[in-house]
């Protein structure tokens, strides 16, 4: 099992930044990806940034140079930069990780962002 915690949500001004910090624990050396989904009020998640373990990393096209994923050298962390914020980037932004050899698929609890002037 991997326990995921996400921190860095809040409220922020269309055109803003805010960064979000998620640290695993449990069984990390399962995790292969590891990457960041939201859910916008009334919509379904979804997926919006990953990286794997060597650094390679996909960007949803809404987010693609707004958002940074990156990871920490002992791979046990995962960060989103978020730059340029727009409203529609309100949202409850979730951290995921991916295990490497098995279907299963770990999600934070999520963290709350409110872009609103």
């Known amino acids: 099992q991997v326990q995921l915690v996400e921190s860095g949500g809040g409220l922020v001004q269309p055109g803003g930044s805010l960064r979000l910090n998620c640290t695993a624990s449990g069984s990390i050396f399962s995790i292969g990806v590891m990457g960041w989904g939201r859910q916008p009020p009334g919509k379904q998640r979804e997926v919006v940034a990953t990286?794997?373990?060597?650094?390679?990393?996909y960007y949803k096209d809404s987010v693609k140079g707004r958002f940074t994923i990156s990871r920490s050298n002992a791979k046990t962390a995962v960060y989103l930069q978020m730059d340029n914020v727009k409203f529609e980037d309100t949202a409850v932004y979730y951290c995921?990780?991916?295990?490497?050899?098995?279907?299963?698929?770990?999600w934070g609890q999520g963290t709350q962002v409110t872009v609103s002037a």
């Open positions: 990286i794997n373990r060597d650094g390679a990393s």
């Open positions: 995921v990780a991916y295990a490497n050899l098995t279907s299963s698929d770990y």
